[in-house]
């Protein structure tokens, strides 16, 4: 009963924001902040009690076919996780970030909307449900992308607007088609007929048009074109959510649910995300080496990242598969972090421009020191997180047979090495050009230090407590994936 | 607008209103529910905003309040599930159960929540598209065009 | 005869992307979202019919065939859903309009891409 209110309560906090806010114009800082940190709180509880059970709940009392369920099993756990931890720090960031801007109470309530569409999405067991939730996901960013009304702000929300509605469409057809072969909406339902009944043609001719929406949102590299005028433009926590989180939970959550869990998935299908992927990763990585507008540069370090994701699971294998879901969950803590740091450098300092900064490593020093986390855990120096998941995914890659593959993934963990020194040097350790006010900066404020450090303690503790995160969060994840068409049968009898 | 519109939108306006109203009440008998109602009666208040002009509607209906009448909907939305689950009905708990009493089919006063909660949407959805619309149409623009047809 | 009228669907959803794809005017392209919208609708609509069957409204003592009332309730969500995109794109329009004085998305090139 308890995941009932992981959609509910940041609806409800918003509804009494939108209220509240006539009255006090400060109310909404406090509010939505205790509703993040209940919502942590409960996703961590539920890592620690679920055990690799399975919980549904009816709504509404209506049996398993024919009402809307919500289903929670170890997939949905782990993104619950990532969701609530991302969403929690960047609540406690915004509180003196969003100082700058005059409609504070409206960007929280946009991002109370944003967290419970994020939270229906992965605990969803109807498929019409899913599409829907992912709409509410969607509006919530459009309109936070331009949310300081300026040109720039704008342009990107309307490129984003644009492929994202087409996106939405495609998946929406996807839909259809699906449910006019089975004949019902329910995911566990849908699942048990198509592996009683085989692939019939209309089922291979839905899943490249899913695959197309889904790439869409995800930003594989054809269709990668919003995201480095999107993520740069927004209001850093909202960068921070938008890359850590939105773009792992629209895609990468529907491929498998979709074609892992109800579909079945070919060989070609998992080649194909195996190659978008791969020239996801070094598309990425070679444009970000070229940048020099900080936010910009960790834009395509996220393309590149969500190319690594797609290619431990276009493996295979079950060592791919764990990699991935652990590079989930580290891409989350050390992306968001990095955005935030970048946050923290602009409020500082006014300036994105890394060719023109330098010198900060003794001025802020606990920016500094979150950096250092997060870069460490990007380019896969241990002890940190980032080294076991692309570790895992290599050796995946390695088990399945794809040895030049393999080989050009481990050339790739060097640029993506040089571009996180590139930042180093640039912005925290070189000696500052000489039109800098250097003497005027200091640290940002409380508030903000907090937020970094929670991650980036996190960020080290991923890859400490590397064994036990393996066995309580990533192996049941990897169950669902696994188990595949079997996921049907597992949902039904509950 | 021009005369011979406003006097026939007046005649016409109250019967919109009212069909809103007849489908989001008849939504569990007849075709139509909370949402198709809800959009015909905000494009009742559209329609008067059109029309009439901007200062008129929010004499009949204040767009900032319009919000407020939105988010309270939504509240008892979910205040109406939660009473499902604390157990008015022995035996069923759960959110959104039916608890109210299940008179024959084909009557107005049957079907349990389903009435109460089609209302409740109906109100969400009419108020709130109003208010959206009365938030693009009343901002003025930079070089002084105000944004009113 | 049967499937000829789910491709004309389609068809309208294909005329809505291209012109998405092809038009240099954002309102047009709006247009063209919209368009795009209601052939997925229109498909929806038609994955429920039965032959020889009438519409899903019980009336008393008249028992019929009835065609997929399902994708029927699934369309006021779509549309409501189609509709809050277009208003949230025209008001970027809007906005769009003041600040650079042009529809044309040839002209609004500030980031690159």
């Known amino acids: ?494 | 607008m021009d005369k011979t519109i406003r006097i026939l939108t007046s005649y016409v306006i109250g019967l919109i209103l009212i069909f809103g109203f007849y489908v989001v009440i008849y939504g569990h008998i007849l075709p139509g529910e909370g949402f198709d109602g809800g959009m015909l009666i905000a494009s009742a208040f559209i329609l008067c905003m059109i029309v009439y002009g901007r200062d008129e509607a929010k004499k009949r209906v204040n767009i900032s309040s319009a919000l407020v009448v939105s988010a309270i909907a939504g509240l008892l939305l979910i205040v109406v599930g939660f009473l499902g689950l604390i157990g008015i009905r022995d035996g069923h708990q759960f959110f959104l159960d039916n608890f109210l009493p299940q008179g024959d089919p084909h009557y107005l006063f049957s079907g349990g929540i389903v009435p109460v909660l089609n209302v409740l949407l109906g109100v969400l959805v009419g108020f709130g598209f109003y208010a959206l619309f009365g938030y693009l149409v009343v901002w003025r623009g930079e070089r002084g065009t105000d944004a009113e047809p | 005869m049967s499937i000829l009228i789910y491709l004309f669907s389609i068809l309208l959803f294909l005329i809505g992307l291209y012109c998405i794809v092809s038009k240099e005017n954002l309102l047009k392209i709006v247009i063209g979202i919209k368009i795009m919208g209601y052939g997925v609708s229109l498909f929806f609509i038609l994955l429920g019919w039965r032959r020889d069957s009438s519409a899903p409204i019980i009336i008393k003592d008249m028992a019929q065939n009835f065609v997929d009332p399902l994708p029927q309730a699934l369309i006021p969500a779509i549309m409501v859903i189609s509709l809050a995109a277009t208003i949230l794109m025209l008001a970027t329009c809007v906005r769009l309009y003041e600040k650079y004085g042009t529809f044309d998305i040839s002209k609004i090139k500030e980031l690159k891409g």
Not at chain 1, 152 to 167: C, H, K, M, N, P
Request: with cysteine; glycine share 10%.
């Open chain 1, 1 to 494: 009963m308890l995941i009932l209110l992981f959609p509910l309560l940041p609806i409800i906090s918003a509804l009494c924001l939108i209220i509240l806010e006539r009255f006090d114009e400060d109310s909404g800082d406090y509010l939505s902040s205790a509703t993040a940190f209940v919502l942590f709180a409960m996703a961590v509880t539920i890592i620690f009690t679920l055990n690799g059970g399975v919980v549904v709940y009816h709504l509404g009392g209506w049996g398993s076919p024919l009402g809307v369920d919500l289903v929670l099993d170890g997939f949905s756990a782990l993104f619950l996780v990532v969701i609530n931890l991302v969403g929690f720090v960047s609540m406690l960031y915004s509180i003196e970030y969003m100082k700058k801007f005059t409609a504070k109470a409206k960007f929280y309530i946009l991002h109370l909307f944003l967290i419970a569409g994020l939270n229906g999405i992965v605990l969803s067991g109807d498929i019409f449900n899913f599409y829907v939730f992912m709409e509410i996901v969607a509006f919530a960013s459009y309109a936070l992308i331009a949310f300081g009304v300026e040109q720039l702000d704008l342009e990107a929300s309307i490129r984003y607007q644009v492929l994202g509605t087409v996106g939405s469409f495609f998946v929406l057809l996807g839909i259809g088609i699906l449910y006019s072969v089975t004949g019902t909406l329910d995911l566990a339902d849908m699942s048990r007929f198509i592996s009683q009944t085989g692939i019939n043609r209309a089922i291979l001719f839905a899943v490249p048009l899913l695959l197309f929406g889904f790439a869409l949102k995800a930003a594989l590299v054809p269709f990668h074109a919003w995201l480095p005028d999107a993520h740069p433009t927004a209001p850093t926590p909202v960068s921070a959510m938008l890359s850590g989180v939105v773009i792992k939970v629209c895609s990468i959550y529907g491929i498998v649910r979709i074609f892992f869990g109800v579909t079945g998935v070919s060989p070609t299908l998992l080649q194909i995300l195996l190659y978008a992927g791969l020239i996801s990763i070094f598309f990425g990585a070679f444009s970000a080496l070229r940048q020099t507008d900080f936010k910009r540069l960790l834009a395509y370090s996220s393309i590149s990242q969500i190319g690594y994701i797609m290619l431990g699971i276009g493996t295979g294998t079950p060592l791919g598969y764990a990699g991935a879901m652990f590079h989930i969950l580290n891409h989350a803590t050390f992306k968001s972090l990095f955005f935030i740091v970048a946050g923290a450098v602009e409020h500082s300092t006014g300036e994105r421009n890394i060719t023109k900064l330098g010198g900060l490593s003794d001025k802020m020093p606990v920016t500094f020191l979150s950096s250092l986390s997060a870069s460490f855990s990007l380019g896969g120096v241990p002890p940190f997180g980032g080294f076991f998941s692309k570790l895992l995914i290599i050796l995946g890659l390695f088990k399945a047979g794809y040895l030049t593959v393999g080989l050009l993934v481990v050339l790739s963990a060097v640029f993506t090495l040089a571009y996180f020194l590139k930042i180093q040097r640039n912005v925290f350790l070189r000696l500052p050009t000489s039109h800098f006010p250097l003497p005027t900066i200091k640290e940002v404020p409380v508030l903000m230090r907090v937020s970094m450090l929670i991650l980036a303690i996190i960020c080290l503790g991923l890859g400490l407590a590397f064994p036990w995160i393996l066995k309580a969060i990533v192996e049941p994840a990897v169950a669902v994936l696994t188990n595949g068409c079997k996921y049907g049968s597992l949902i039904l009898g509950l």
